[in-house]
């Protein structure tokens, strides 16, 4: 059980707009640590989408935005494509006693 | 060009050891804090290990508290796992991770992963 909380999937046609929830705590996200994205496709190491709630590394498309707000945060993609099919973590940091940089279980995107 | 190579992965039999390593390259490692990162076959990502670019701050997550040991050596830009008593439940794909922005921040850079697999 992660301790960040993500849907197991989510989908969409191409040329839509997805949002994926990342759902923490008052040790976590509502205690004001930052949260961050990673894209992970197929058979391939996770990649760096958002940092800091909202930035994007250099080559990340501005479809990809990131927010945050009280205990929870959300990744939009808009103009869905094709390539966008894989698996996206939330990841925070955690100030409990089994804490540390903690992840959520992950959501796999579908493009329809 | 920022480059990550773990290498050491392999089958080992439950209660064995192995040694991890990551190649760094394109950067001045010693400057950076470093993580180990892993997951399980069909599963998402599990923090394992930080370590300070100095090497003098370490922390682990409780999986692995006492069986598991980072270490750096900069001379080498490289990074260290050594796993010891290792059980079933610690077969994984594991990635070393450069830590980027705060204390509490972010992996910016992953490599391709190694994978570890305990079974008899």
């Known amino acids: 059980q992660s301790v960040l909380t993500q849907p197991p999937s989510v989908s969409g046609a191409p040329g839509q707009r997805v949002t994926i929830s990342c759902t923490g705590s008052?040790?976590?996200?509502?205690?004001?640590?930052?949260v961050h994205w990673y894209q992970q496709l197929p058979g391939t190491a996770p990649k760096l989408l958002i940092y800091?709630?909202?930035n994007r590394p250099s080559g990340v498309p501005d479809r990809f935005s990131g927010s945050k707000s009280g205990t929870s945060a959300s990744l939009a993609i808009t103009g869905l494509q094709a390539e966008d099919e894989a698996d996206y973590y939330c990841?925070?940091?955690?100030?409990?006693?089994?804490?540390?940089?903690?992840f959520g279980g992950g959501t796999k995107l579908t493009v329809l | 060009e920022v480059q990550l190579v773990e290498s050491g992965g392999g089958l080992v039999q439950p209660g064995g050891s192995l040694r991890l390593s990551c190649a760094a390259s394109?950067?001045?490692?010693?400057?950076?804090?470093m993580n180990w990162v892993r997951q399980a076959p069909g599963k998402g990502l599990e923090w394992v290990s930080y370590?300070?670019?100095?090497?003098?701050?370490?922390y682990y997550a409780d999986s692995v508290k006492g069986r598991f040991t980072i270490s750096r050596d900069n001379a080498k830009n490289s990074l260290y796992l050594q796993m010891n008593s290792l059980r079933a439940e610690d077969t994984a794909v594991y990635y070393c991770?450069?830590?980027?922005?705060?204390?509490?921040?972010?992996?910016?850079?992953w490599g391709q992963g190694t994978l570890v697999t305990v079974s008899s």
């Open positions: 008052s040790s976590n996200i509502g205690a004001g640590y930052d």
């Open positions: 800091g709630n909202s």
């Open positions: 370590i300070s670019s100095s090497g003098s701050t370490i």
């Open positions: 990841q925070s940091y955690d100030s409990s006693l089994s804490g540390w940089w903690v």
């Open positions: 394109g950067f001045t490692f010693s400057s950076y804090e």
């Open positions: 991770a450069r830590h980027s922005g705060s204390y509490w921040g972010y992996f910016d850079y």
